[in-house]
């Protein structure tokens, strides 16, 4: 999951890339363009998946405004989300038929943690929904997204601004550990309900002669968070350089 908050400047063109960097880690190398159909699609999709995350984005401010409190706002977004951050599944089929040159594997990885934080941990664990660590990641990914499908949108009609391309690459410094952070808070407030209920846990003996701890594979993806997360900030800082600075030396020769 660490991985999949490395959206906020990292991803394949045209909304269905490897999020960690295998898409645009190239910066200015060419990539083969998707055909017409193809490039009216990943439009038409990604102005979509920018609309969802406004009306997430409209959705949390009013709220607040309603309520004059930040604490709870998880419930005046709940369906949009889960609707949203689950039609990133379309991401893996992109890149799976050829349309975004990326990897299927590492899209797959980096769409499935994300849905799994919000079906597996916060869909699963109600406790947990009332937890300002999930106004924390909720923001962060909020940001992050209507950022980086403006980016693909207006790339794939060859007029990327460059305000949004400065935000996608600068963005993520705060937006990336906001996130993480509060992804990791949230899996550590339902530990101790899963715990407590068994949540998808599966205990001997039985048929199967097979048990899974749901509790300890969350704690283990904690952990992973551990040596991924660097490695990722660290990279994202690297590309920046290297996009913002050949995007300067570009408008010198326009």
């Given at each position: 999951m660490?991985?999949?908050?490395a959206t906020a400047a990292t991803k394949?063109?045209?909304?269905?890339?490897?999020?960690?960097g295998a898409g645009e880690a190239s910066g200015s190398r060419k990539k083969k363009s998707p055909g017409p159909l193809a490039t009216a699609y990943l439009v038409i999709y990604n102005v979509v998946m920018?609309?969802?995350?406004?009306?997430?984005?409209?959705?949390?401010?009013?709220?607040?405004?309603?309520?004059?409190?930040?604490?709870?706002?998880y419930y005046s977004i709940e369906k949009p989300l889960k609707f949203f951050q689950t039609g990133?599944?379309?991401?893996?089929?992109?890149?799976a038929i050829g349309i975004v040159p990326s990897s299927v594997v590492l899209t797959s990885f980096q769409v499935m943690s994300r849905v799994f934080l919000i079906w597996a941990v916060t869909h699963s664990v109600k406790e947990v929904q009332s937890e300002d660590s999930v106004l924390l990641f909720v923001i962060a990914w909020t940001i992050t997204e209507i950022i980086r499908y403006s980016f693909y949108t207006f790339s794939l009609l060859n007029h990327l601004p460059y305000l949004i391309k400065w935000a996608r690459y600068t963005l993520f410094i705060v937006l990336y550990p906001m996130g993480v952070s509060g992804e990791l808070?949230?899996?550590?407030?339902?530990?101790p309900f899963v715990r407590q209920s068994g949540l998808y846990?599966?205990?001997?003996?039985?048929?199967?002669?097979?048990?899974?701890?749901?509790?300890?594979?969350?704690i283990l993806i904690m952990i992973s968070y551990?040596?991924?997360?660097?490695?990722?900030?660290?990279?994202?800082?690297?590309?920046r350089r290297k996009v913002l600075s050949h995007a300067e030396e570009h408008k010198k020769f326009e």
């Open positions: 660490a991985a999949a908050a394949g063109n045209g909304g269905g890339g490897a999020r960690a920018t609309a969802g995350w406004l009306v997430i984005a409209v959705g949390l401010v009013r709220a607040y405004l309603a309520k004059g409190s930040y604490h709870s706002l990133a599944l379309l991401e893996i089929l992109h890149c808070l949230t899996i550590y407030a339902a530990l846990s599966i205990s001997l003996p039985n048929k199967y002669n097979f048990s899974f701890d749901y509790y300890a594979f969350l551990i040596p991924i997360f660097p490695q990722l900030y660290f990279h994202m800082i690297h590309q």
